[in-house]
T-cell receptor, first 112, second 116 residues
Framework: DGGITQSPKYLFRKEGQNVTLSCEQN?????MYWYRQDPGQGLRLIYY???????QKGDIAEGYSVSREKKESFPLTVTSAQKNPTAFYLC???????????FGPGTRLTVL | DAKTTQPPSMDCAEGRAANLPCNHS???????VYWYRQIHSQGPQYIIH???NNETNEMASLIITEDRKSSTLILPHATLRDTAVYYC?????????????????FGTGTRLTIIP
């Protein structure tokens, strides 16, 4: 089945530790995105990538980093510099020539 | 992107049509209306989008007023699985030149509850 996978579904980390969230898609989509969602709020864009080896900051990139070494993969690292990392993180992708984004199931990160 | 206004919550009886309104009075001529929904603790799901004509797919129908200042998403026969938060988003269509316009601006949406 084609789709977007994110792992793990739930993630816990201690304050001060970096953590990497996985996002993989087998839809052959060029564009990929990372969003953050806080309780009762909409989505905010962290980073996006139009093509392999290229990515752009979104609205709230501080404290996060990404890489796009392969078309299928767009991992997000939440660094210790992110002041309030506890949130629901969503990855999405979009096919070239299409406007709708397709979302993964999300990773809920809790910092203890 | 134009701002949208949606009621915070709605109830609908199972089997009936659910009609979700959205106001977008500042919409521009080149902006589309998109609808997504998010079931609790899952990623948003694309439903439908349109420019000015009414649209229908296997999930829903989208009715856009003639002046394009408002729209209604219709779920024709609501089931319990349609309980979710529904987001109305207005944005320009992506073109090759729109590399800087990738953001989907999600508001707080409408929490639709289907009542058995």
């Amino acid at each position: 089945d084609g789709g977007i996978t994110q792992s793990p579904k739930y993630l816990f980390r201690k304050e001060g530790q970096n953590v990497t969230l996985s996002c993989e898609q087998n839809l052959n989509h060029d564009a990929m995105y990372w969003y953050r969602q806080d309780p009762g709020q909409g989505l905010r864009l962290i980073y996006y990538s139009q093509i392999v080896n290229d990515f752009q900051k979104g609205d709230i990139a501080e404290g996060y980093s990404v890489s796009r070494e392969k078309k299928e993969s767009f991992p997000l690292t939440v660094t210790s510099a992110q002041k309030n990392p506890t949130a629901f993180y969503l990855c999405a992708s979009r096919g070239d020539g299409y406007n709708e984004q397709f979302f993964g199931p999300g990773t809920r990160l809790t910092v203890l | 992107d134009a701002k949208t206004t949606q009621p915070p919550s709605m109830d609908c009886a199972e089997g009936r049509a659910a009609n979700l309104p959205c106001n977008h009075s500042t919409i521009s001529g080149n902006e589309y209306v998109y609808w997504y929904r998010q079931i609790h603790s899952q990623g948003p799901q694309y439903i439908i989008h349109g420019l000015k004509n009414n649209e229908t797919n296997e999930m829903a129908s989208l009715i856009i007023t003639e002046d394009r200042k408002s729209s209604t998403l219709i779920l024709p026969h609501a089931t319990l699985r349609d309980t979710a938060v529904y987001y109305c988003i207005v944005r320009v269509a992506l073109l090759i030149s729109n590399f800087g316009n990738e953001k989907l601006t999600f508001g707080t949406g409408t929490r639709l509850t289907i009542i058995p």
